[in-house]
Nanobody, 125 residues
Framework: EVQLVESGGGLVQAGGSLRLSCAASGFTFDDYAIGWFRQAPGKEREGVSSISSSDGRTSYADSVKGRFTISSDNAKNTVYLQMNSLKPEDTAVYYC??????????????????WGQGTQVTVSS
C-alpha cells in the first residue's frame, strides 16, 4: 500500500519556525521526486518545493525561497520541509506528494502520482 504521511504542522507566531515531515512507504523511494504543496482556504493548491532523492536537486517557489529548505533522509524514506521566518500568508494545509523521477527539476501538480492527507500550518500575527 502506498502511503505518504505528513506531520509537524501546528500553530506558530509570525517569524517562527516549523519542520514538516513526509514519511513515504509502499514504493521505491529513490525512483521518485517528492514535492510539497499547500492550499489556503479559498485558494488553489500551489507548489512549494520539491526534491529528487536520486540526484539531490531541489526547487522552490519564489514565495518561499530563502525561508524554506527541503531535505531528504533516504534511509528513513522521509522528506523534510524546514520552514523559517514564517508569515501569516504561509497559513495553509501542506501536502506532500510523489512523482516518478524523470530528471526534471520541477513538476506540476497534475503530474504527481501519490498524495498525503495534509497537515495544517497556521501562522498568527
Amino acid at each position: 500500500e502506498v502511503q505518504l504521511v505528513e506531520s509537524g504542522g501546528g500553530l506558530v507566531q509570525a517569524g517562527g519556525s516549523l519542520r514538516l515531515s513526509c514519511a513515504a512507504s509502499g514504493f521505491t523511494f529513490d525512483d521518485y521526486a517528492i514535492g510539497w504543496f499547500r492550499q489556503a482556504p479559498g485558494k488553489e493548491r500551489e507548489g512549494v518545493s520539491s526534491i529528487s532523492s536520486s540526484d539531490g536537486r531541489t526547487s522552490y517557489a519564489d514565495s518561499v525561497k530563502g525561508r524554506f529548505t527541503i531535505s531528504s533522509d533516504n534511509a528513513k524514506n522521509t522528506v523534510y520541509l524546514q520552514m523559517n521566518s514564517l508569515k501569516p500568508e504561509d497559513t495553509a494545509v501542506y501536502y506532500c506528494a510523489a512523482v516518478r523521477f524523470d530528471g526534471s527539476s520541477w513538476y506540476y501538480l497534475w503530474e504527481y502520482d501519490y498524495w498525503g492527507q495534509g497537515t495544517q500550518v497556521t501562522v498568527s500575527s
